[in-house]
């Protein structure tokens, strides 16, 4: 089936792309890699670079969609961003070559590689913390006086780099997400 075909196709671009960078990944490469012929690979995406942006997207959408899904659940702030973390974690854990081709893009994009609009694609990820914060400001669990936005940039940076630990073969402590909110609720001062 064609559909079959092209998210094979997607799926090992996304391996190679992430493995081997941009540059380094030819349309033979993936043709091979999928086991078609190279009119079949040009079939679905017409060069390299329009492949390289789906397989971006599509990786992207589908990573933001599962974590969506999973903070939209009902909860207290700590259960909802405590699920959210676990669903991240273990898709890098199942997924990393996923992660790896979206943060190489993000982070060390190869010299040539198209431009990607990632800003707007965290824009999309801190306005789903953001209304997940302003939640728990209506129900009391947030002081008045924290900039949401801010809060929002610190969380995120705490899960993003032990994210780029994962990515890059070092494992994540099982107890990480809860690590981290404890960080994040209760910071190391002593009390």
């Keep these: ?33 999928v086991g078609c012929t190279k009119p079949a690979l040009y079939y679905h995406f017409s060069n390299k670079e329009e492949l390289f942006l789906e397989a971006v997207g599509t990786n992207m959408n589908q990573f933001t969609a599962l974590i969506e899904q999973t903070l939209s659940q009902p909860g207290t702030l700590h259960e909802r961003l405590l699920a959210g973390m676990r669903t991240f974690f273990t898709y890098i854990q199942h997924r990393p070559e996923s992660m790896r081709l979206l943060m190489t893009a993000q982070h060390r994009p190869d010299e040539g590689s198209p431009e990607i609009d990632l800003i707007s694609l965290h824009q999309e990820q801190s306005r789903m913390l953001i ?50 909110l404890d960080l994040f609720f209760h910071g190391v001062a002593p009390t």
Aim: hydrophobic share 35%.
């Design 1 to 33: 089936m064609p559909s079959d075909l092209r998210e094979r196709i997607l799926q090992e671009a996304t391996t190679l792309f992430a493995n081997q960078g941009y540059a380094a990944t030819s349309m033979r490469t993936v043709a091979e890699a």
């Design 131 to 180: 209304d997940i914060l302003k939640h728990a400001r209506q129900q009391g669990e947030i002081r008045d006086n924290v900039d949401l936005c801010q809060l929002s940039t610190s969380l995120d940076g705490l899960i993003q780099i032990w994210g780029m630990r994962c990515v890059h073969g070092q494992p994540i402590p099982e107890k990480t997400p809860e690590h981290i």
